[in-house]
Each structure stands twice: as C-alpha cells, then as structure tokens.
C-alpha cells in the first residue's frame, strides 16, 4: 500500500542499473522513517506504486516524499599516509574541490584524516572554504590507520540525520595490531548508526584492502570505484555528490500494539532495478535525546554552543595566537616584575656605583617575589654572565632607560621565540614533516632575535632624540655661565629644566659629581651611555678649555653652532636620500607582503614552495637574493654625516 506524495515520474533506461541504498532508518513519534540515495546515469526515480513496508510482519502502508532530509551531513575520508605521495594528494584536492562544487548548499561537509593516526580535522560545516583549506593542509606521511579513521569519522558525524561518508584509499590498514577486530568495530559503528559510505579505492589491488574496503561499501548499500587517475577520482567525488540530489524519504506509521525491537522491510522499484531492505527498529520507546556534534555553523541556529575550529575562520588563529602571546607576556611579566626597581631604587644603585658604601648596596629580594622567579632570572644571570655580548646588551638597555637584568631580558628573549614557533605550528601545519621542522626553527630564531631588534630600536631613538636636544642644552649651559654660574650649577639647571632624555642623563651625571667624580669624567661617561659623538666633543672642549684656559661659554656657544649646521646637514641628506629609501623599504616590502596574501587567498597556489622539492631550492634561493638585497640596498641609500 502506497499513501503520501507522488512522486513525478521518471524514464530511465531499462539497462541502466540503479543502485539504491538505505539510511537514517529510526522510529520516533510512533513513525518510522529514512532516506533512499540513488545512484544512476539517467537518473532513475523510485516508482511510488512499487514501495512497500512491513512492520514486525505486519503490512504498513508507506509514504514517500522527494523532498531532500533537513539534516545532511557528509565526512570526507582522506588517506594521507605516506603511500599517497605528492602527486596523490593533489589528486585528493582537485576531486574534493570538484566535490563541494557539487554537492548541495544544504549538506554539512567535514574532513577525517587517517596516517599514523587518525581524527577528525573538521566538524561538519557548510563552510566549503573552510573544508577545501583543510585538505589543502593534509600531507603524506606515516602508515595507514583506516580502521580507526572511519570509527573517528561516524563519531564525528554525530546520531541524528541522513550521514554519509566518501572514503579515499590506496592501501590496507597497516597501524591495527588485530586487524580483524578492528575491521569489525568499524562495521558495526556504520550498521549501527546507518551511515552510508562510498569509497573510492585508489591505485591498489591488494586483496586486505579491497576486502575491507567492499566491507565499508556494502554495510548500508554504498558503492566502490576503483580509480587510478586524476580524472576517475574525480568522477568518483562527483557522483557521490550527485547522489545527495537523488534522494528521497519515507516514513511509515507504527500499528499501537507493536514495541520493542521489530523486524523491518521495505521493498520497491527505481527505474528497472528492484530493491529490498531488511533491518530491526526499536519502536515503542521515548526517543533519546541525542546532541549533536556542534559544527561551526551551529551558531547561526542558536541552538547550541558552537566548537571553535581554526580552519573555519582565519581570524581565529589570529586571535587564538594573540591571546596566547598575551598570555605568555603576561607570565613573564608576573614572574618578573617583583625583581624590577623603582626610579628610587634606580638612582640608589647608580649612586652605589661610585660610593662603594654598605648602605647602597642592593636590597635582597623582596618578600613577595616567587622562588622560581629568583630561580629562573638566576640562571639567565649565570649564563650571561660570562658572555661577550652581555656588556652590548646591558649598554642597549641603558641606553633605552630600561630596568631589566642580563637574566631578565634572557627570558624575554626566550618567550619571544616560544611565541613565534607556536604562531608557525599554526599556520604552517599541513606542511610536510621536514618543511614543518624547519619553518618552527626558522620562526623561533627570528622570534628570539626579535626583542634585540627591537632594543636596538629603542636605544637608538632616545640616543637620536638626545642628540636632538643636545645643542639646546649646551647652550641652556653657556647661558648659565655667563650669567655667573659654575659649571656644576649649571649642569644642576639643566638637569632640572632641559627635556628628556637630557634631563635624565645630565641629572644621573650630576649624581656622579656629587659623590667626588670630575665634572668631565661624569660627562664622559654619559657620552659613552648615550654613544653620542657631539657631546664627546663638548667634553673634549671643556677639557681644552680647563687645560689651556678661555671663555668656557664661548666655547660651548660655538659648539652647540657646529652641532646645529650637523645636523641641519644631516637632516638636508636625510632628505635627499628619501626617495632612495622609500624604493628600498617597498622593494623589500614587495615580496614578503605578496607571499602574506597569496599564502591567506590561494594557499594551494603558493605551497608548492614547501610541498616539492623545486619548490624548496626556488624558496631557499629566493630568500638569499632578498637577504642580499637587502645589505646591498642598506649600504647604498646609507650616507654618513
């Protein structure tokens, strides 16, 4: 018996197999119901005066209806051990990207990978981009885990809904200690759950894995392909896209005096091809309330809380990494900080320096500070203690005004490069194994160098910006002079009236005075803090003068002059040489930045630099000429003043 909603007839051709197969057969609401995929050249429809059920051997009558189920969800299945190779995994990104082209807007598309081992790389998702940047990540290696691969892939396409699985594989499992029993609990996982599998059986005619592979195939009515080209796989990948378009439901009311697990049928023709179907359905019962795997478009429905998958939304990665990098920053900032000094504590120490007395000697530890703390910026004291650019690197801190130890900014430097490996196991983890290794290192070198640029930076602006102000000062000093002031006290003015740095530096010099070191030995020692040529000349004039005699303050009026024309000149160069400059930073710029884009919009495109070996010594070669390209352009848009 037949009732329900016709369906439009449909000629097919009466050679024309057609291959029908059941799924999502559950009862709910005293009404069980399914889905039939079909699979035909001329796509054939299911005659609706053919389909019958039986129900615990009693004759129910059917409905069936052409509309498409409202729950679709597909897992694509990948083998990326290491038999598939290069060239086999291109085969894979080209039919998955024909594939989702195909399938329809409707149908949830996630990603199972299987080498060594095996997981879900991405929840079911109507994100096609999403699912294509995830397969364009996968690479070749390692052994073959199909078994647990397609146990992981029916637990991640959740209980409810019509599931489907596209499988690709080229060889059996070669991980399963007992491979007869791990062949059994994934057959039984796809029964038991009603998920439909079409496998595509690539390059290999081992009888283990064809064995395995009919198993899959014929659990709930799939279909295999063998495919030993491009052009098969994605012919294979398409039809069982096309297949999602052919498909129908039923349902069936329960008799009232049926419960419990019953016997089920239904039987029924498609186009000149008959099919019958046997399964037991437990009916009767409250159904269970089942939740589902949250994809990453689960927020649109607001039903559930979505999981965050990092290839769905580039921007996550993004800001997954920012908030790691804060995270980190803020440790060592905590561990740190009891260990950095007040400006009090500072300009004690700077004192101490010179006074060699008891009560400046530095203060334990306070009582608050950590143990690991003292523990860990101890050792960084240790090891650059003895190092020979530990003196440069306390220089440069000095010279930026920066309260950290040799210890301290050892651990900076650290962080910085545990930051940026983890930044690259981000983005770069579907190169290969080699590649991957190599692009962490790379990144973990240039993030440990990272914070040295960047004291290097800050050294050299305050230097710059007290350079600046140094003519202003030299002539605040004159000024001072002549109105009948020592040099010590005009030194004092300057320290309390000029703008910083100078103040700072002056006011530190003038502490040495204070505690019996010479007025030139002081501003010495701060010309060699600042690494300043223009005040080494203004102390080799105070010498002179002291030694020989004259106007202090026409001597340095005259050189704070010399110090203005220098560096009205160097500002004229600076000028001159601007265009020169701006063609260097965009030529270096150029590169990078296009690498950058290509790598977020067309990373199938520019990954051919990491997954082939041409590739490699094309990317290799690449960076030497950019390296080298830069020095050269350094040296030829760089004039000394």
Known sequence: MLSGVALAPGAAVAADPVDVSISDVRAVDGRVSGVLTLRSVSQAQVDPGSVEGTLGGVSVPVAVSQEPPVNRAAMLVIDTSGSMGLEGMATVRAAVRDYLKQVPGDVKVGVTSFANTAGVDLAPTTNRKAAQRVVDGLASRGDTSLYQGMVSAV????????????????GADTVAAEPSAALNKATSALLREGVRVDVVRFRTDDPEATSALKAFASSNGGVMVAADDPAAVSDAFQASATALDSQVQFVMDVPAALSGAQPFTLTGRAGETSFEFRRSVAVGAVAPVVEEPASADAAETGLALPRIEAADEPWLIWAAAGLMALALFGVVFALTQPSLHSKR?????????????????????????????????????????????????????????????????LLIRLVSALVAAALMMLLAGGAQFLVFVALCSATAAAGFLLPQLVLRFLAAHRAKKFERVLPDVLTLVATSLRSGFGLPQALDAVARDAAEPAAKEFSRALAETRIGTDVPDALDHMAERMDSTSLRWAVMAIRIQREVGGNLADTLRTTAATLRERESLHRMVKSLSAEGRLSAYILIALPIGLFLYLFASNREYIQVLWTDPLGLIMLAFGVVLLVVGIFWMRKVVRIEV
Do not use: C, N
Request: aromatic letters at 6%; zero cysteines; a positive charge.
């Open 155 to 170: 637990e991640g396409l959740g209980k409810v809904g019509d599931r489907s699985i596209v499988l690709l594989s080229d």
């Open 345 to 409: 504590e500072r300009r004690i120490a700077s004192v101490a320096v010179y006074a060699g007395a008891e009560q400046f000697q530095k203060q334990p530890a306070k009582a608050q500070q950590a143990a690991i703390t003292g523990h860990m910026v101890a050792a960084g004291d240790r090891f650059m203690q003895d190092r020979k650019s530990t003196k440069t690197t306390l220089a440069l801190i000095d010279r930026a005004d920066l309260s950290f130890r040799a210890g301290e900014w």
